[in-house]
T-cell receptor
Framework: GQSLEQPSEVTAVEGAIVQINCTYQ??????LSWYQQHDGGAPTFLSY????GLEETGRFSSFLSRSDSYGYLLLQELQMKDSASYFC????????????FGRGTQLTVWP | EAGVVQSPRYKIIEKKQPVAFWCNPI?????LYWYLQNLGQGPELLIR????????DSQLPKDRFSAERLKGVDSTLKIQPAELGDSAVYLC???????????FGSGTQLSVL
């Protein structure tokens, strides 16, 4: 089986930096993805890490430590539009293996 | 480029009635997924297609759920008969080859009364 743990809620103010952690337990770990979903909207892909280290894409960065079964999504210079749910997801087995999503972290950005 | 298109956007039915959802993936995407998302939860895979072949359907409740992707393009997910517990958002996604990035549609929100 597999399990993913991420905080259920995070709040921050505009312009701040927030980190959303994700710990996982799974066999055959292949990679960790992050998706953003606004209320009533479609999940949208943010990032993917297969190797240890930090991947940066604009204001968002994602980190993976395979030895610690841990990753995080770092959001910088927060904007109101970043208020959404953020899901980590683990890929098992191979690049075509099943993708398992966590329960999501609801981020609220205050003005 | 058009995204993943799903219809209907909302569906309200009474229990024991049948219901069907339609998905048109991004052109050229050979992999198509159907996910179920309950309120406050992450998406859960129901079935994955590689072209017209269902390669991962172990999570699909086959007693009432069925899916098809006859020509390896668009797909239909059916529930018959629907139960109260089937109320959820049904998401379709597609991807291309070994690309990690899944493109999701906006989903069909099903309410079973």
């Amino acid at each position: 089986g597999q399990s993913l743990e991420q905080p259920s809620e995070v709040t921050a103010v505009e312009g701040a930096i927030v980190q959303i952690n994700c710990t996982y337990q799974t066999s055959g770990f292949y990679g960790l993805s992050w998706y953003q979903q606004h209320d009533g909207g479609a999940p949208t892909f943010l990032s993917y890490n297969a190797l240890d280290g930090l991947e940066e894409t604009g204001r968002f960065s994602s980190f993976l430590s395979r030895s610690d079964s841990y990753g995080y999504l770092l959001l910088q210079e927060l904007q109101m539009k970043d208020s959404a749910s953020y899901f980590c997801a683990v890929r098992r087995g191979s690049t075509l293996g099943r993708l398992y999503f966590g329960r999501g972290t609801q981020l609220t950005v205050w003005p | 480029e058009a995204g993943v298109v799903q219809s209907p956007r909302y569906k309200i039915i009474e229990k024991k009635q049948p219901v069907a959802f339609w998905c048109n993936p991004i052109s050229g995407h050979n992999t198509l997924y159907w996910y179920l998302q309950n309120l406050g939860q992450g998406p859960e895979l129901l079935i994955r297609y590689e072209n017209e072949e269902a390669v991962d359907d172990s999570q699909l409740p086959k007693d009432r759920f069925s899916a098809e992707r006859l020509k390896g393009v668009d797909s239909t997910l059916k529930i018959q008969p629907a139960e109260l517990g089937d109320s959820a958002v049904y998401l379709c996604a597609s991807s291309s080859g070994a690309n990690e990035k899944l493109f999701f549609g906006s989903g069909t929100q099903l309410s079973v009364l």
